[in-house]
């Protein structure tokens, strides 16, 4: 999520449940960070480990392969994903010998003792197609994630799923959650990467953000989303689709099932999603307040760790990976103020707000 189009997000962890997704099985939820750098203040890649640990973080999500950072994970029970650069894809795709490359200097340098289980390629690649860089970007997506998949197989590394991050900037409708579809102009991209994903098993890794959809309501002085809803208050209020006749309780239940709504249409029904950023700011435009930032974070965690797993109306009881953005502010983000508030931590590793990740010492 590193210099992205879209502000992103936070929260402060204390410990949680993990399970390793080996093969294609489907495991119990965790809770994950994405611990974006792009600051001048942060704390050092090791004090930035030795914060994951204390906290007990099951998973963290890099925006790049970083060396130093991949070595310090080494023999840490925390699984790891990591990110191919946006400028990285064309070369892998038309070179297989260059995704050997980044898969031996990037994984097989580090795995297994670096606990890497997803391979991320590109950074919401779809967000941007004005250019015929960007264009190209896109039509190279998916042979790069070939190309880097059938390196690891040849390796015989068959626990490292391997997709790409979008943002909700791909969907033209998302509103009834039936009406769920992509833009017309990136579908002929859409067709061949839900092909590859389903045959593979992996996920569907969706950028969402129920903030931006309640705020762009706010500044365009439309009511339609109230704040209880966006915060994820399930049982203010409720939605019921007209068309499925499904009850929805919040604004990300809603967003996501638009995603499964869309990709039914191109007849993929059943492909697994990812939430690979979620979060809400804690400082910035409207709404953006600690108490916020909190209350969403600890809603999102109690529905994304219920036992047994909620998923959505559309996918009852489906596992649903989930990154909250990010471990730090980043001051170094461009953008309004709020790009640069979605921390969970200060840069002396002190909490923004309080987050209960295990949710112990509650009673509902």
């Given at each position: 999520?590193?210099?992205?189009?879209?502000?992103?997000?936070?929260?402060?962890?204390?410990?949680?449940?993990?399970?390793?997704?080996?093969?294609?099985a489907?495991?119990?939820?965790?809770?994950?960070?994405?611990?974006?750098?792009?600051?001048?203040?942060?704390?050092?890649?090791?004090?930035?480990?030795?914060?994951?640990?204390?906290?007990?973080?099951?998973?963290?999500?890099?925006?790049?392969?970083?060396?130093?950072?991949?070595?310090?994970?080494?023999?840490?029970?925390?699984?790891?994903?990591?990110?191919?650069?946006n400028?990285e894809?064309?070369?892998?795709?038309?070179?297989?010998?260059?995704?050997?490359q980044?898969?031996?200097?990037?994984?097989?340098?580090?795995?297994?003792?670096?606990?890497?289980?997803?391979?991320?390629?590109?950074?919401?690649?779809?967000?941007?197609?004005?250019?015929?860089?960007?264009?190209?970007?896109?039509?190279?997506?998916?042979?790069?994630?070939?190309?880097?998949?059938?390196?690891?197989?040849a390796?015989?590394?068959?626990?490292?799923k391997?997709?790409?991050?979008?943002?909700?900037?791909?969907?033209?409708?998302?509103?009834?959650?039936?009406n769920?579809?992509?833009?017309?102009?990136?579908?002929?991209?859409?067709?061949?990467?839900?092909?590859?994903?389903?045959?593979?098993?992996?996920?569907?890794?969706?950028?969402?953000?129920?903030?931006?959809?309640w705020?762009?309501?706010?500044?365009?002085?439309?009511?339609?989303?109230?704040?209880?809803?966006?915060?994820?208050?399930?049982?203010?209020?409720?939605?019921?689709?007209?068309?499925?006749?499904?009850?929805?309780?919040?604004?990300?239940?809603?967003?996501?099932?638009?995603?499964?709504?869309?990709?039914?249409?191109?007849?993929?029904?059943?492909?697994?999603?990812?939430?690979?950023?979620?979060?809400?700011?804690?400082?910035?435009?409207?709404?953006?307040?600690?108490?916020?930032?909190?209350?969403?974070?600890?809603?999102?965690?109690?529905?994304?760790?219920?036992?047994?797993?909620?998923?959505?109306?559309?996918?009852?009881?489906?596992?649903?990976?989930?990154?909250?953005?990010?471990l730090?502010?980043?001051?170094?983000?461009?953008?309004?103020?709020?790009?640069?508030?979605?921390?969970?931590?200060?840069?002396?590793g002190?909490?923004?707000?309080?987050?209960?990740?295990?949710?112990?010492?509650?009673?509902?």
């Amino acid at each position: 999520m590193e210099n992205k189009k879209f502000p992103k997000m936070a929260f402060v962890l204390l410990s949680f449940l993990y399970l390793i997704p080996f093969s294609g099985a489907v495991v119990p939820n965790a809770i994950g960070i994405g611990y974006g750098r792009l600051g001048d203040n942060l704390p050092s890649p090791a004090r930035s480990i030795e914060l994951l640990q204390s906290m007990n973080v099951g998973r963290v999500k890099l925006y790049d392969a970083d060396h130093e950072i991949l070595n310090l994970l080494s023999g840490k029970n925390i699984d790891v994903a990591i990110t191919v650069a946006n400028d990285e894809i064309s070369g892998i795709a038309a070179n297989q010998h260059l995704a050997d490359q980044w898969v031996y200097e990037h994984v097989l340098a580090h795995y297994p003792k670096t606990r890497i289980r997803f391979v991320l390629v590109g950074h919401e690649v779809f967000s941007s197609l004005s250019t015929d860089q960007d264009m190209q970007i896109a039509r190279d997506l998916v042979p790069a994630i070939r190309r880097i998949k059938n390196t690891l197989k040849a390796q015989g590394i068959r626990n490292i799923k391997v997709g790409t991050p979008l943002a909700m900037d791909m969907m033209e409708m998302t509103f009834p959650p039936s009406n769920g579809s992509f833009k017309p102009e990136i579908r002929e991209f859409m067709v061949p990467l839900l092909k590859y994903i389903n045959g593979t098993k992996s996920y569907f890794f969706v950028d969402v953000y129920p903030y931006f959809a309640w705020f762009e309501g706010q500044v365009m002085n439309q009511t339609g989303i109230s704040l209880d809803f966006a915060l994820l208050r399930s049982g203010n209020e409720t939605y019921t689709d007209p068309q499925t006749g499904l009850v929805y309780t919040n604004l990300l239940d809603q967003m996501l099932d638009s995603v499964v709504y869309a990709m039914a249409k191109l007849g993929y029904d059943d492909v697994m999603l990812a939430v690979s950023e979620t979060g809400w700011p804690h400082e910035g435009e409207s709404g953006a307040t600690r108490e916020n930032a909190a209350e969403y974070n600890n809603n999102l965690i109690r529905k994304m760790v219920t036992v047994p797993n909620a998923g959505t109306p559309a996918r009852p009881g489906e596992v649903i990976p989930t990154y909250i953005f990010s471990l730090y502010d980043e001051d170094q983000k461009y953008g309004p103020a709020t790009e640069r508030h979605w921390g969970l931590l200060n840069p002396d590793g002190s909490p923004v707000y309080q987050v209960n990740i295990t949710r112990k010492g509650t009673s509902d």
